[in-house]
T-cell receptor, first 115, second 113 residues
């Protein structure tokens, strides 16, 4: 069947290199951001999140950077591995006060890791 | 996987037939969501629920209805399926009080012929 990866921006890296995936968000009032990873045939999986009162947050091999001035979010993956190959989505909470926990998702970036 | 299951996982149906997709959770979370995912569009919210019998529309709700008669089940119904509703459908839930992180089910691939 047709893959969710079609029509997406793509990033191809060599195994062991660092990857940077970018996302522009739309609402300056958004106060919470998440990165998800989606492997083929599976549902999105949480990677890391960040609140608008921070500009950087680190996890295991991943770092999220938030630039509120230009409404830009990035995900950095250190020492990229073949298992990191997937579609990566950013999502934002549109600043509704969190009463319904609604998220708006970007269209995603397909990351391919070459051995 | 936050105890989320979806059924069926795959379905092929004909235009004009009714279809119901089920999302079941085992962890008693308040917020549940239905998304569809299509190439070039990412995840789009269809409907969501913030409690038993409390639901609201998302950005692509036309042609869909939902019901939540008990906490653990959130049903998505296509009253009369159309080919434009061929998609992969994901259910998600949010753990209230722990941020806006949503956990997703495995998805249902629906084909409307």
């Amino acid at each position: 069947g047709e893959s969710v990866g079609l029509h997406l921006p793509t990033l191809s890296v060599q195994e062991g290199d660092n990857s940077i995936i970018n996302c522009a968000y739309s609402n300056s009032a958004s106060d919470y951001f998440i990165w998800y990873k989606q492997e083929s045939g599976k549902g999105p999986q949480f990677i890391i999140d960040i609140r608008s009162n921070m500009d950087k947050r680190q996890g295991q091999r991943v770092t999220v950077l938030l630039n509120k001035t230009v409404k830009h979010l990035s995900l950095q993956i250190a020492a990229t591995q073949p298992g990191d190959s997937a579609v990566y989505f950013c999502a934002e909470n549109m600043g509704s006060g969190g009463s319904n926990y609604k998220l708006t998702f970007g269209k995603g970036t397909l990351l391919t890791v070459n051995p | 996987d936050a105890g989320i299951t979806q059924s069926p996982r795959h379905k092929v149906t004909e235009t004009g037939t009714p279809v119901t997709l089920r999302c079941h959770q085992t962890e008693n979370h308040r917020y549940m969501y239905w998304y569809r995912q299509d190439p070039g569009h990412g995840l789009r919210l269809i409907h969501y629920s913030y409690g038993v019998k409390d639901t609201d529309k998302g950005e692509v709700s036309d042609g869909y209805s939902v019901s939540r008669s008990k906490t653990e089940d959130f049903l998505l119904t296509l009253e009369s399926a159309t080919s434009s509703q061929t998609s992969v459908y994901f259910c998600a839930l949010a753990r209230a009080g722990l941020g806006n992180e949503q956990f997703f089910g495995p998805g249902t691939r629906l084909t409307v012929l």
